[in-house]
């Protein structure tokens, strides 16, 4: 059992939205800043953003952030990424990652698969 | 905001030395780590802080910087390092991060 699980795959129609969530232990949820970051297939790997464990704060990549939105529920050790007016080229593997030590990722989630 | 640039593929003979490269402005304030990756396989951390190395990673992986570029080595490299390999440091805004798009390393 990992430190971070993920929700399971999803298939959604172009201009429809997506949530998915990334539930953390409470070590690993604690003090932590969990980032997502996305790898469309056979393409590299895409930073999304970034959510405050402790405060809620969120950081999101430029690209993204009309259509973006990072929450946390701290009675769940959840993390959630939504993801609206989804297009073809969000079509990707979906990771939850915990920051190591300046961004140093080193515990993943599984990935989410997500196919639009 | 910056980008991290990576040459797309390198290749070295088996047990030879190889030092993949990334490039970017963000990397003269902020350190670089390198993550190991193979099909179907989420990403291995193998370097943080420039040249530090997780628990488990072999010695033969190594990082280091200096000004704009930074470099991870395998030294005698062996044949389960084939695979993809990715930078990521902060960028310039220091909230947001970037990735470098990735090395294809081949082992020969």
């Known amino acids: 059992q990992g430190q971070l699980e993920q929700s399971g795959a999803e298939v959604k129609e172009p201009g429809a939205s997506v949530s998915v969530s990334c539930k953390a232990s409470k070590s690993a949820f604690i003090n932590s800043y969990l980032h997502w970051v996305r790898q469309a297939p056979g393409q590299g790997l895409e930073w999304l953003g970034w959510v405050n464990c402790n405060s809620g704060d969120t950081a999101v990549a430029q690209k993204l952030q009309d259509r973006i939105t990072l929450t946390r529920d701290t009675s769940t050790n959840t993390v959630f990424m939504e993801l609206t007016r989804l297009r073809s080229d969000d079509t990707a593997l979906y990771h939850c990652?915990?920051?190591?030590?300046?961004?140093?990722?080193?515990?993943w989630g599984q990935g989410t698969m997500v196919i639009v | 905001s910056s980008e991290l640039t990576q040459d797309p593929a390198v290749s070295v003979a088996l047990g030879q030395t190889v030092t993949i490269t990334c490039r970017g402005d963000?990397?003269?304030?902020?350190?670089a780590n390198w993550y190991q990756q193979k099909p179907g396989q989420a990403p291995i951390l193998v370097v943080f802080g420039n040249n530090l190395r997780p628990s488990g990673i072999p010695d033969r992986f190594s990082g280091s910087s200096s000004g704009n570029t930074a470099s991870l080595t395998i030294d005698g490299a062996q044949a389960e390092d084939d695979a993809d390999y990715y930078c990521n440091s902060r960028d310039t805004t220091y909230s947001h991060v970037l990735f470098g798009g990735g090395t294809r390393l081949t082992v020969l």
């Open positions: 990652t915990r920051d190591f030590r300046n961004v140093a990722f080193k515990d």
């Open positions: 963000s990397l003269r304030t902020y350190a």
